[in-house]
Nanobody
C-alpha cells in the first residue's frame, strides 16, 4: 500500500488546515500520527474505512476531525483551532488492526509539515 500525504503548511494559531492522504488501496484502518520537533512520533487519530469507529488522542479531541472519501481511497484530517504545540510532521498510516500504537500500522506516508505560529 502506498500512501501520499499532502496539505501541510504554515498557519497562525487559531487557524485551520486540512491534510489529505491518498491510499493506493484500502486496508482496514487509516490513521494519523505526528512528530513534533525533537520528540517522538505520537498518535493523533485512527478510523476505519467503514467509518463506524474513530478514536482521537485527547490533545486533539474536539479540534481535529477525520473523514473519508472511499471512492477516492482518501482520508482527510481537518484541523481547527490550531495551537503552536500542534507543530509537527504529520504522517498518515494504514493497517489491519484498530489501535493507537505505531506497531499497529503497516504502511506509512512520507509526512507533511504543519507549522503553527503564535
Amino acid at each position: 500500500v502506498q500512501l501520499q500525504a499532502s496539505g501541510g503548511g504554515l498557519v497562525q494559531a487559531g487557524g485551520s488546515l486540512r491534510l489529505s492522504c491518498a491510499a493506493s488501496r484500502r486496508t482496514y484502518v487509516m490513521g494519523w500520527f505526528r512528530q513534533p520537533p525533537g520528540m517522538e512520533r505520537e498518535f493523533v487519530v485512527v478510523t476505519t474505512w467503514s467509518g463506524d469507529t474513530s478514536y482521537y488522542a485527547d490533545s486533539v479531541k474536539g479540534r481535529f476531525t477525520i473523514s473519508r472519501d472511499n471512492a477516492k481511497n482518501t482520508v482527510y484530517l481537518q484541523m481547527n483551532s490550531l495551537k503552536p504545540e500542534d507543530t509537527a510532521v504529520y504522517y498518515c498510516a494504514a493497517g489491519y488492526g484498530f489501535g493507537s500504537r505505531i506497531n499497529d500500522f503497516s504502511y506509512w506516508g512520507q509526512g507533511t509539515l504543519v507549522t503553527v505560529s503564535s
